[in-house]
């Protein structure tokens, strides 16, 4: 049930009435419908008016669970939970309200608890007696369930305890403190946060091709379908069923359409082209009379009925074509060669607008790092351009990290202050979409305008749920696309770990970033160049976007790498250098230091990458042991800050923070070698010699040295 909202009385800030509205103190979006805001009566309670995320998926409470003794006082704490602060605020709470949706969990959280009471006969809060709340506790603990949904249950009791004094009296647990206060944390036994991200990453052979397909579609295929998928939205409207959707045209008499259908049939004739078709009952193609239809702006049912139309075309002697194939040439390649063998069919034009729709999704949210919700809300004209540094922007809105002076979030988003920096490529995607529809939305849910008119989600965003589905199909094409071209070798492999959502993409590019920092990914874009225009363009902000990511996949990184380097260096790896002695101190000391250890969050890993254990950087045939205070190349980001990090493209050989490990030394000899082979030519010009043979003195003397064993 659903009503309209109405003024609430004074009194309704404490005790509600049935028709007091259920948001009667939260900001409403805009684009909700009144008519359907729910009230206090309802045993069903929708909480989307208040959600301003375009790609949000309804919210909605269900009272019913909840035992009947109960359900009015459940309905009344969550009320107060949507309208109001707590009289006290838990400790280790961010802010002063929840967020809607983190209402939307805790109504079965509280709910167990309620179910809980019901079943040991306890039929009102004001009866729990401490001993009550120790018995909850051991069935808690006992549970088979996650240590941080068993905390959640926990503290979900202890809100309802903060809450107590604007709750009728038989909803009021007893006014000492639940557990004596202790933390969940300390009641469970144990950390309650989880200790790793486990969003998996995106196997590289997967994201490799992935990328590769999207980058075509982008840059190859775009302009063709762009243009096939508006002269689609040029002829919808004439279509025979298009009243359906509200869609009222002019359309042309028989005698007006008659002339210019025989004009048509006579180019088809010219042209060696064949009618517009579709498949019949038994496979076989048959003439599609609804694109003659549309082509011909005629009468729903002209070419149905009138046998003058009719007859021409039957009797034209011309072939029935597979598809109603549109006007739009083919103009994109791949390798060389058109990308398609025939034009594209008036249906298929939506289903390729769709998949290019995808593959912008994927480029701009891999090679970005944004947040899923991030992506999806992004607006036409969000794109900028600096010609005088050559760096591309996208501005736009976060929601996560976008809190008040209270410390609440703010519904609405919070524009970032600083935009994301991104690669040309991103750029190029984006103006795509803006080229592909007309919508503010960049990712709408519905890019058709005739299609989907009664939906709720007209005018949103694609929401993050669907898009899995969406790659799945972008992935099935792909697929078919390679097995009817004969590019077996480009199909997509899947991923090892199911479905590809957009926050696998963010794990992913860290990961990439990170270890491969010299790598390619398709289209030759550099994760070097990545690593500077991204991970430092969000001007060291860590709780702003993707460097989170990046941190942790750092920090896993350098200990993964440092415990292969203690390893070595047990097995008598010989160390050299200026700053052997440093490397040596740092290996063992980070091992006993960090060996075993696991972080908690994303923001520690961005703590600890700067303690001085780990500063320790392999580079092409040296190991940089990393002193800001020595170091003689550029360093990445600002002087005396404790995130800079040495820019081994700028590696001197006169640095103090350069040692030689033995693998080092085996690729200095290679390196030698290469030299020697080099001054075998006696044809090179004498500068060059000169050149190599004062390299190859280098080399020598390092190698000298390090097999000079004390």
Same mark, same amino acid.
């Given at each position: ?10 009194? %309704? ?35 989307? #008016? ?14 019913? #669970? ?32 929840? =967020? ?11 709910? %167990?608890? @309620? ?13 729990? *007696? ?14 088979? =369930? ?13 809100? @309802? ?9 038989? /909803? ?43 980058? !075509? ?10 243009? =096939? ?66 082509? +011909? ?5 002209? +070419?149905? *009925? ?41 249906? &298929? ?21 944004? !947040?899923?919700? $991030?992506?999806?809300?992004? &607006? ?106 004969? *590019? ?21 590019? %860290? ?41 942790? $996949? ?13 390893? *070595? ?10 700053? %052997? ?12 230091? +960090? ?26 045939? /040296? ?15 600002? &002087? ?41 030519? +006696?044809?090179? #010009? ?25």
């Amino acid at each position: 049930m659903t009503h309209s909202v109405t003024a609430a009385p004074t009194s %309704a800030l404490d005790r509600p009435e049935p028709d007091t509205p259920v948001l009667l103190h939260r900001k409403h979006n805009p684009a909700a419908d009144p008519a359907r805001q729910s009230v206090f009566g309802d045993s069903r309670w929708d909480l989307t #008016p208040g959600l301003f995320e375009a790609h949000a998926v309804t919210c909605r409470l269900n009272f019913l #669970p909840v035992p009947e003794t109960f359900r009015d006082h459940a309905k009344h704490y969550i009320w107060q939970l949507i309208n109001h602060e707590p009289p006290r605020r838990l400790r280790g709470t961010r802010g002063t309200r929840l =967020a809607l949706r983190s209402v939307s969990l805790t109504l079965p959280r509280i709910t %167990a608890f @309620l179910v809980w009471l019901h079943t040991h006969r306890i039929d009102g809060c004001d009866q729990v *007696r401490p001993e009550d709340l120790d018995r909850y506790l051991a069935d808690v603990i006992s549970t088979e =369930a996650t240590t941080s949904m068993k905390s959640s249950l926990l503290i979900e009791v202890r809100r @309802l305890w903060a809450y107590r004094d604007r709750l009728p009296e038989p /909803m009021r647990l007893p006014i000492s403190e639940p557990w004596q206060g202790e933390d969940p944390k300390d009641l469970l036994g144990g950390r309650v946060r989880p200790r790793e991200n486990r969003t998996p990453r995106l196997a590289t052979d997967t994201i490799e091709l992935l990328l590769m397909w999207s980058l !075509r579609f982008v840059d190859d295929f775009a302009d063709d379908i762009i243009a =096939a998928f508006h002269e689609h939205l040029r002829l919808f409207p004439y279509g025979p069923a298009t009243h359906k959707h509200g869609i009222q045209v002019t359309r042309r008499s028989v005698d007006d359409v008659l002339p210019d259908l025989l004009d048509y049939l006579d180019r088809l004739h010219a042209s060696g082209e064949s009618l517009p078709g579709r498949p019949g009952r038994d496979g076989t193609p048959e003439i599609d009379w609804p694109h003659f239809v549309r082509l +011909f702006r005629s009468g729903t049912e002209a +070419f149905p *009925r009138s046998a003058r139309l009719r007859e021409p075309v039957e009797h034209s002697g011309l072939p029935i074509a597979p598809d109603a194939y549109l006007d739009t040439p083919i103009t994109g390649q791949v390798d060389g060669r058109p990308w398609r063998t025939t034009r594209i069919g008036f249906t &298929e034009a939506l289903d390729l607008a769709i998949l290019l729709r995808t593959a912008c999704l994927i480029v701009v949210s891999y090679l970005s790092g944004m !947040r899923t919700g $991030e992506v999806l809300n992004l &607006e036409r004209g969000c794109l900028s351009h600096n010609p005088a540094t050559g760096i591309w922007s996208i501005t736009g809105k976060k929601f996560k990290g976008a809190r008040d002076e209270h410390g609440n979030k703010i519904p609405e988003g919070q524009f970032r202050d600083d935009p994301w920096v991104i690669v040309a490529q991103t750029a190029h995607a984006v103006t795509v979409l803006e080229r592909l529809h007309y919508q503010r939305l960049l990712f709408p849910a519905e890019m058709h305008p005739h299609r989907g008119t009664h939906s709720t989600r007209r005018g949103r965003a694609r929401h993050a749920r669907g898009i899995p589905y969406d790659i799945a199909a972008f992935l099935a094409w792909v697929k078919d696309y390679c097995i009817a071209t004969g *590019r077996d070798h480009e199909a997509i492999p899947p991923d090892p770990h199911g479905a590809i959502g957009t926050a696998r993409f963010r794990r992913t590019l %860290a990961w990439h970033i990170v270890r491969k920092p010299r790598g390619l990914i398709a289209g030759a874009i550099q994760y070097g160049h990545l690593h500077v225009q991204m991970t430092l363009g969000y001007s060291g902000s860590y709780d702003s976007g993707f460097p989170d990511e990046h941190a942790y $996949e750092d920090w896993l990184f350098r200990l993964e790498r440092l415990a292969e380097d203690h390893e *070595r260096l047990t097995a008598g790896e010989h160390i050299s250098g200026p700053a %052997a002695a440093t490397y040596i101190h740092r290996i063992n000391q980070a091992h006993h230091t +960090f060996a075993g250890r696991v972080l908690t969050s994303t923001s520690h890993a961005h703590d600890m990458l700067t303690n001085p254990l780990l500063q320790i950087y392999p580079g092409r045939a /040296m190991t940089c042991v990393f002193d800001q205070a020595k170091a003689l190349c550029q360093l990445r980001s600002g &002087e005396g800050d404790v995130r800079a990090t040495p820019d081994q493209d700028d590696c001197r050989p006169t640095c103090r923070n350069l040692a030689y490990t033995d693998r080092d030394i085996a690729a200095l000899h290679q390196q030698a070698t290469e030299l020697e082979s080099l001054l075998g030519d +006696f044809l090179a #010009p004498s500068p060059r010699h000169q050149r190599a043979r004062a390299e190859l003195d280098r080399l020598h003397a390092l190698i000298r040295n390090h097999t000079r064993k004390p």
